[in-house]
């Protein structure tokens, strides 16, 4: 037996660091491969199957995805927060670039949901547009295994939300002009239909605060769970330059960050 039973600082033959050999990195910064992330599936808690995906960070992500993600990020910051300061109560949102796009989605609502009946055709222009945004979350999140795309996805769900808020406080005293030309006094008004046949058409305004105050939730939510996952993305990197893991095929593969 050899008297020094110290580990040299390296291989003299391949120059592995056998103090770095087989380290793991802290839970906190854990994530799974890409193999894991196969069998994510197969977890049987759905508790645990969710948290994997919404939490999930890619092992290497070069600088151009990492800083191309941080500025969409940074834009749909600054594009939230002024969609959300616009005053619902005056339909302010119906002038922003994306009422028209979410127009699209609310009348193709009508037309799907024709066939459950009167109450929901109506109410399946609102639905249609939630539905979209929440479906290309739900998409990004469980079959791309992309939490931050999701995030975006959940961004346009608080922006749809928003855009519901002016339609549904302006029920009680229409001033809106529809697609018509006219006022909802004049007929065609969803939410005047909708929360006259339910009861609530004197809680219209205090519903419409609701939705906007949801939205506006929903749309910061959604940027601190990007923010969050560029964090760990930014962490992850620098733990695995202190331990030299970063190989050509990661982060100082290409322009470091």
């Known amino acids: 037996m050899p008297p020094d039973q110290a580990l040299p600082a390296a291989c003299a033959a391949c120059g592995l660091v056998l103090a770095k050999f087989g380290m793991r990195l802290p839970a906190p910064m854990a994530s799974l491969s890409a193999d894991d992330m196969g069998n994510i599936d197969k977890i049987d808690s759905w508790r645990e199957r969710l948290v994997a995906l919404v939490t999930h960070v890619p092992p290497t992500v070069d600088a151009v995805s990492f800083w191309a993600r941080a500025i969409l990020l940074a834009l749909f910051t600054f594009w939230g927060l002024r969609l959300i300061a616009l005053d619902f109560r005056t339909g302010d949102m119906g002038s922003s670039f994306l009422h028209g796009p979410l127009l699209i989605f609310h009348e193709a609502g009508h037309g799907i949901f024709r066939l459950f009946g009167e109450f929901m055709m109506i109410a399946g222009g609102s639905l249609g547009q939630l539905i979209m945004p929440a479906i290309l979350c739900g998409a990004l ?46 007929g065609g008004h969803d939410w005047i239909y909708l929360l006259d046949k339910i009861g609530w058409l004197k809680h219209s ?53």
């Open 141 to 186: 999140l469980i079959t791309n295994r992309d939490p931050f795309g999701a995030a975006i996805g959940l961004w346009l769900f608080g922006a749809s939300l928003l855009d519901l808020s002016p339609y549904i406080y302006d029920s009680l005293h229409p001033q809106l002009i529809l697609l018509g030309g006219h006022t909802g006094e004049d």
């Open 205 to 257: 305004q205090g519903l419409g605060w609701f939705v906007h105050k949801l939205g506006a939730l929903v749309m910061l939510l959604a940027i601190g769970w990007g923010a969050w996952l560029l964090w760990r993305m930014w962490l992850l990197h620098q733990q695995q330059k202190r331990l030299g893991l970063a190989n050509d095929e990661g982060l100082n593969g290409r322009d470091d960050f």
